[in-house]
């Protein structure tokens, strides 16, 4: 049997790694069905996806149902610790309804002519396949309609999916789930009464998300001319292109809250592995397990959920290409291959780290009273300052930052603030086509490509509400 390499070429090879070995099945129409699904552009260039998919049919065709669950597909696909939580990790169960959708889509378009026919059934990850009934009609194509209007984010349980019809999700309607889960922490848990300022915190993000879900305002046009708009719109549509997938990824507030109460910060390797919420400091402190459970919990700010709510309905944005991914849940191949919005600080969002040394303005965050926090300015131009920091009570700032994805192959937006008002102030400036003309007029190449900017965004902060923002500083690559 032959041993397979990566589903990226046109060639029937497949994946090896240190734990997942997938081999070759030559000639079985299942696989080849398989691997054309994995090789189309329907997957958006996701490795995880391709890996997903493969794994299932590889294990499929062995006839290893033990290993198509959901505990070990999060062990040998996504590379989580042998035991890990899958109640607290949903990675798998995200990545499942993402798949299915793509699938879809495959048949609605690339794939309009198979004569077989692969599903993976909501409520397991085991593929099923049969032959293809013409007479249908367009079954699949109104699948993948219905499904367009998805927005990717954690999903419920395989046991509570079933009960949501297909492609009837909202994207008010995935929000929901963080709302209720935060409800039901909140009304089953209590921590020491010196830890109420942060309860109230959390309940006062789960508020706000209901706010949101049950509003579901419409999307406010901000003000600008014809010609800012199609500037404004140029942007969005590099990084929502039409050729493979962009994240949105809300800032995870759950870790605030829980490196606060620790008092220690959580370096990316530690996040992306989980193993930040094995222990604390001090484990005697009867309340360490209740911290533990608040940096597993999938708290976020209404800031950056109205923000995602609002990208999902600019014209220039394709939604099938838009997924709104948790933080927790973004894996490093994502940016490799696709786009990014990040939104936060490098707090709440540790995957802004790895971008910061192409950034001028870096987010310092200081325990020490002595040593003030904000964004530092590494190169100061004539009339700027070192630092733009936390200690001027009255005002704010935030960031907005075009780069380069990890491998230069697609784009990445990172957008956030000292605080939730700096968000606010950077999100606003950024929505704001009048506000952004001069800065995309500057940062135009001769190809009419955008090239790599940044911009230091200041707004006055009234109880953690931004007024109106200005620029302080921009940047612009010369490349």
């Known amino acids: 049997m032959q041993t397979l390499e990566r589903p990226q070429s046109t060639t029937t090879e497949g994946i090896t790694t240190q734990q997942l070995k997938i081999d070759l099945h030559a000639g079985d129409p299942r696989w080849e069905l398989a691997w054309r699904i994995a090789s189309s552009g329907s997957l958006g260039r996701s490795r995880l996806l391709e890996k997903f998919l493969l794994f299932v049919v590889d294990r499929h065709i062995r006839g290893c149902a033990d290993e198509i669950t959901e505990q070990r597909i999060g062990i040998l696909v996504f590379d989580r610790p042998e035991g890990y939580d899958s109640n607290e990790d949903n990675i798998v169960r995200s990545y499942a309804r993402n798949l299915r959708s793509r699938i879809l889509k495959y048949y609605a378009g690339e794939g309009a002519g198979e004569l077989l026919c692969l599903k993976i059934p909501r409520g397991g990850y085991t593929p099923v396949f049969t032959p293809r009934d013409f007479s249908e009609g367009t079954p699949f194509l109104e699948s993948a309609r219905a499904d367009s209007s998805i927005h990717e984010i954690?999903?419920?349980?395989?046991?509570?999916?079933?009960?949501?019809?297909?492609?009837?999700?909202?994207?008010?309607?995935?929000?929901?789930?963080?709302?209720?889960?935060?409800?039901?922490?909140?009304?089953?848990?209590?921590?020491?009464?010196?830890?109420?300022?942060?309860?109230?915190?959390?309940?006062?993000?789960?508020?706000?998300?209901?706010?949101?879900?049950?509003?579901?305002?419409?999307h406010i046009r901000r003000g600008g001319s014809s010609m800012e708009v199609a500037a404004s719109n140029d942007l969005w549509r590099q990084i929502f292109a039409a050729d493979r997938d962009t994240f949105v990824v809300p800032s995870d507030d759950g870790l605030v809250i829980m490196?606060?109460?620790?008092?220690?910060?959580?370096?990316?390797?530690?996040?992306?592995?989980?193993?930040?919420?094995?222990?604390?400091?001090?484990?005697d402190d009867p309340s360490a397990a209740e911290i533990m459970k608040l940096g597993a919990r999938r708290y976020t700010s209404v800031v950056d959920l109205d923000f995602a709510t609002q990208l999902a309905q600019i014209d220039a944005v394709d939604p099938t290409r838009l997924i709104v991914r948790y933080a927790r849940d973004l894996r490093m191949d994502d940016l490799r291959t696709g786009n990014a919005v990040l939104i936060g600080s490098v707090e709440s969002n540790p995957w802004i780290q790895i971008f910061e040394s192409q950034t001028n303005f870096r987010q310092r965050i200081s325990t020490d009273p002595k040593i003030p926090s904000g964004f530092m300015n590494a190169h100061p131009l004539p009339g700027e300052f070192n630092l733009y920091g936390t200690n001027e009570k009255e005002h704010t700032y935030g960031v907005i930052a075009y780069l380069p994805n990890l491998t230069s192959t697609g784009h990445i937006l990172i957008v956030g603030g000292l605080n939730t008002a700096g968000t606010q102030a950077a999100t606003t400036f950024l929505l704001t086509p009048s506000l952004m003309a001069p800065l995309l007029q500057h940062a135009k190449g001769a190809n009419g490509e955008y090239r790599p900017f940044e911009l230091l965004i200041s707004a006055g902060n009234f109880s953690s509400n931004a007024s109106a923002p200005q620029i302080v500083s921009e940047r612009v690559n010369a490349r």
Do not use: M, W
């Not at 309860?199 to 879900?213: E, F, K, P, Q, Y």
């Open 259 to 283: 490196q606060r109460l620790t008092e220690r910060p959580v370096p990316l390797a530690r996040y992306i592995s989980g193993t930040y919420r094995s222990k604390t400091n001090n484990q």
């Open 154 to 218: 954690p999903e419920a349980s395989p046991d509570q999916e079933s009960t949501i019809a297909p492609g009837r999700s909202t994207l008010a309607q995935t929000l929901h789930k963080f709302v209720s889960e935060q409800r039901n922490f909140l009304t089953t848990h209590r921590l020491f009464r010196r830890y109420d300022i942060l309860l109230a915190l959390c309940i006062g993000i789960a508020i706000g998300l209901s706010v949101t879900v049950v509003r579901s305002r419409p």
